[in-house]
């Protein structure tokens, strides 16, 4: 499936009376990572509502243990005080980089917003280097607000 063909699918798990939302989240990262070729993990960090740190919610693909992130470590780190949307084409480039595992070449940090507070991200690792570009931000952006509407 291509980017556009999944929308309508995470409009249905979104709209879905079942489920949390810890739940659907937990579905759109399993569709995401068992449709797109390149995206072989997908999570979402959420901001903890008092201490800076990022806790995972959801995911798929291999298991992690970075369930918190604090901010400013890592590529979610410096997305979750930057407020910006973060591409790295090659992980080994960078200083700041939480490796989760050593197969991970590119990865793609989005923010999530609830009106006008980061709340958390969708992050996205890739075992193929420069797996990334505009239509997945965009994409992925679209995704974080339609999970940002049910939270």
């Known amino acids: 499936m291509n980017i556009n063909e999944l929308k309508p699918a995470v ?4 709209g879905s009376s079942n489920g949390t939302v810890k739940d659907k989240m937990q579905a759109v990262c399993e569709l995401l990572q068992i ?4 995206y072989d993990w997908v999570g979402f960090y959420m901001a903890h509502e008092s201490e800076p740190t990022l806790h995972l919610w959801a995911q798929a693909g ?4 970075h369930t918190v992130i604090p901010f400013g470590k890592g590529i ?4 979750a005080v930057s407020n910006q949307n973060f591409v ?3 992980v080994t480039a960078q200083d700041n980089y939480i490796a989760c ?3 991970v070449k590119s990865e793609v940090v989005i ?5 006008g507070k980061n709340i958390g991200q969708i992050d996205i690792d890739s075992n193929t280097p420069k797996a990334f570009d505009e239509k997945d931000e965009r994409f992925l952006e679209w995704v974080n ?4 509407a049910i939270i």
Not at 35 to 38: A, G, H, V
Not at 76 to 79: D, E, N, P, S, W
């Open 62 to 65: 291999e298991p992690t243990d």
């Open 76 to 79: 979610c780190g410096q997305v």
């Open 145 to 148: 607000e339609q999970i940002a």
């Open 101 to 103: 595992s050593i197969y």
């Open 88 to 90: 790295v084409d090659d």
């Open 35 to 38: 449709n797109l070729e390149t």
């Open 11 to 14: 409009l249905k798990i979104i």
């Open 111 to 115: 923010p999530m917003f609830k009106n």
